[in-house]
């Protein structure tokens, strides 16, 4: 099974929940033993140097974003005009919604769509109404 992380995983690994960390790092954890090939947008980057500078500092960021590119059965998908395009349509799409999608949030389900992830996981629970692609919230 082909699953895409959002960047929601990765923040929850890093929270001070312990019962999203938990959550969150059983997905990786199947993506580290081949159970599951996980997939990202390389936008994840920017949201998450963003966020975990803010909270631990700019070298904690760097650790963490190598630490992502180092995982194993993890592909890193590049930002394409194409899939730009799409997050754009989808957003669009999606904004009769009562979540405020972000142009991130588009450009994460366009990336999924477009790859053909199986499923879309993610701890926000503004996803819940996406009918484009099987969403699935821990």
């Given at each position: 099974?082909?699953?895409?992380?959002?960047?929601?995983?990765?923040?929850?690994?890093?929270?001070?929940?312990?019962?999203?960390?938990?959550?969150?790092?059983?997905?990786?954890?199947?993506?580290?033993?081949?159970?599951?090939?996980?997939?990202?947008?390389?936008?994840?980057?920017?949201?998450?140097?963003?966020h975990i500078k803010r909270r631990k500092g700019a070298e904690k960021a760097s650790e963490i974003i190598y630490y992502i590119q180092?995982?194993?059965?993890?592909?890193?998908?590049?930002?394409?005009?194409?899939?730009?395009?799409?997050?754009?349509?989808?957003?669009?799409?999606?904004?009769?919604?009562?979540?405020?999608?972000?142009?991130?949030?588009?450009?994460?389900?366009?990336?999924?769509?477009?790859?053909?992830?199986?499923?879309?996981?993610?701890?926000?629970?503004?996803?819940?109404?996406?009918?484009?692609?099987?969403?699935?919230i821990y």
């Open positions: 099974m082909r699953i895409y992380l959002d960047t929601f995983v990765f923040m929850d690994l890093l929270s001070d929940n312990p019962e999203f960390a938990k959550k969150a790092l059983g997905y990786l954890e199947k993506i580290k033993s081949g159970e599951n090939r996980g997939c990202i947008s390389a936008a994840l980057f920017t949201e998450l140097a963003f180092s995982l194993p059965n993890l592909e890193i998908i590049p930002l394409t005009s194409e899939i730009a395009q799409a997050a754009g349509l989808l957003r669009s799409k999606l904004i009769k919604y009562q979540k405020k999608f972000t142009y991130f949030d588009c450009i994460h389900l366009a990336t999924a769509i477009g790859e053909k992830c199986d499923v879309f996981v993610t701890g926000d629970r503004g996803f819940r109404d996406v009918a484009d692609i099987k969403v699935e």
